[in-house]
T-cell receptor, first 112, second 111 residues
Framework: DAGITQSPRYKITETGRQVTLMCHQTWSHSYMFWYRQDLGHGLRLIYYSAAADITDKGEVPDGYVVSRSKTENFPLTLESATRSQTSVYFC???????????FGPGTRLTVT | QKEVEQNSGPLSVPEGAIASLNCTYSDRGSQSFFWYRQYSGKSPELIMSIYSNGDKEDGRFTAQLNKASQYVSLLIRDSQPSDSATYLCAVSGGGADGLTFGKGTHLIIQP
């Protein structure tokens, strides 16, 4: 049972390019979350989803787009990547919005 | 804006001793509290959750919550070198909008 998988694990892209980070879960948790982790800032919430077709902004949503057409998938798209979006991105799932969350392995994104 | 504060450390503790990690939060309405452990280059791993005032024990770990003082702590007994990691405190207000994390405390267990 893989739980949560993220792909790619590492990505290098250029400024201005569109890039999509994938998150897939096998637990059927209703909630899914995207965080970014940066030195000096800790983990910050980008977007979250309470169920398929329901998404909402977190603390730092600008420059990101999400969708959730299926319960198990929650892709995060950077429409036009900027260097400030260089970060480690974690997907997480949970059975509620305010209870335990379980994290995927992360994607390290570098924007050059 | 909700804030969660932790001492960044590093906190150095001898092997076998008790490690004490602390966290304060700003939102008095917070209802759920969590401790995550994160090894370098890895993802956060949930180790403890606590929802009511008092202590909660799980093996070598004890979480303590004092809502009046807006304070959460994590005690690690019989510290082992494998406990060396960054410990993240996370708080939820009870809504659907996820967790607010502290920046973490870097713990080093010295053999």
């Amino acid at each position: 049972d893989a739980g949560i998988t993220q792909s790619p694990r590492y990505k290098i892209t250029e400024t201005g390019r569109q890039v999509t980070l994938m998150c897939h879960q096998t637990w059927s948790h209703s909630y899914m979350f995207w965080y970014r982790q940066d030195l000096g800032h800790g983990l910050r919430l980008i977007y979250y989803s309470a169920a398929a077709d329901i998404t909402d902004k977190g603390e730092v949503p600008d420059g990101y787009v999400v969708s959730r057409s299926k319960t198990e998938n929650f892709p995060l798209t950077l429409e036009s990547a900027t260097r400030s979006q260089t970060s480690v991105y974690f997907c997480a799932t949970g059975t509620g919005g305010s209870i335990e969350q379980y994290f995927g392995p992360g994607t390290r994104l570098t924007v050059t | 804006q909700k804030e969660v504060e932790q001492n960044s450390g590093p906190l150095s503790v001898p092997e076998g001793a008790i490690a004490s990690l602390n966290c304060t939060y700003s939102d008095r309405g917070s209802q759920s509290f969590f401790w995550y452990r994160q090894y370098s280059g890895k993802s956060p791993e949930l180790i403890m959750s606590i929802y009511s005032n008092g202590d909660k024990e799980d093996g070598r770990f004890t979480a303590q919550l004092n809502k009046a003082s807006q304070y959460v702590s994590l005690l690690i007994r019989d510290s082992q070198p494998s406990d060396s990691a960054t410990y993240l405190c996370a708080v939820s207000g009870g809504g659907a909008d996820g967790l607010t994390f502290g920046k973490g405390t870097h713990l080093i267990i010295q053999p």
